[in-house]
């Protein structure tokens, strides 16, 4: 995740920002960053999966493949997650 | 991921830390993620055939087994390269 560079100007002058505020802003960006990073993955695989020769539209299959597609990645981005979690407290147990 | 708080009104140095502190979770969280998107594009690659219905449990083995393995390469090229590294020296 490049290009994830945060200013926060808090408000010099013109009062502060709270805490609170900050977090969800935190909060935000990383979640954008996050789902940005996601998608991208997504698409590039699926086009390769999905796409065969490039026609005019995508037709009916594609779309379909497409759909198909994205639920198996969520599937698969859940599994792994979960995997690697699993991992961490393994790790951190044997500390 | 760098956040700049530079420019925070000093209303106290405890609020700063306890904010910074706040942000480190944040950004340990987002390194997380960013590891689960690596891990599922690689493993995506190896595990899967043809994409179906749903997930059968033999492709979901194989996603959590090619974390842990890589994991575990990863681990063994950090060792070994350690290794080499203070016996050799790098030319």
Known sequence: MDGFGSDFSLGAGSGKMDTGTIMEQVKVQIAVANAQELLQRMTDKCFKKCIGKPGGTLDNSEQKCIFMFMDRYMDAWNTVSRAYNSRLQRERARI | ?91
Do not use: Y
């Open chain 2, 1 to 91: 991921m760098a956040f700049d708080l530079s420019s925070a009104s000093a209303s106290g140095n405890a609020e700063t830390s306890e904010l910074q502190r706040m942000i480190a979770v944040e950004q340990q969280k987002a390194q997380f993620e960013a590891q689960v998107h690596t891990f599922t594009d690689v493993c995506w690659d190896k595990c899967m055939d043809k994409p179906s219905s749903k997930l059968d449990s033999r492709t979901a083995t194989c996603l959590a087994s090619c974390v842990e393995r890589f994991i575990d390469t990863t681990l063994t090229i950090t060792n070994r390269f350690t290794h080499m590294a203070q016996k050799g020296g790098m030319h």
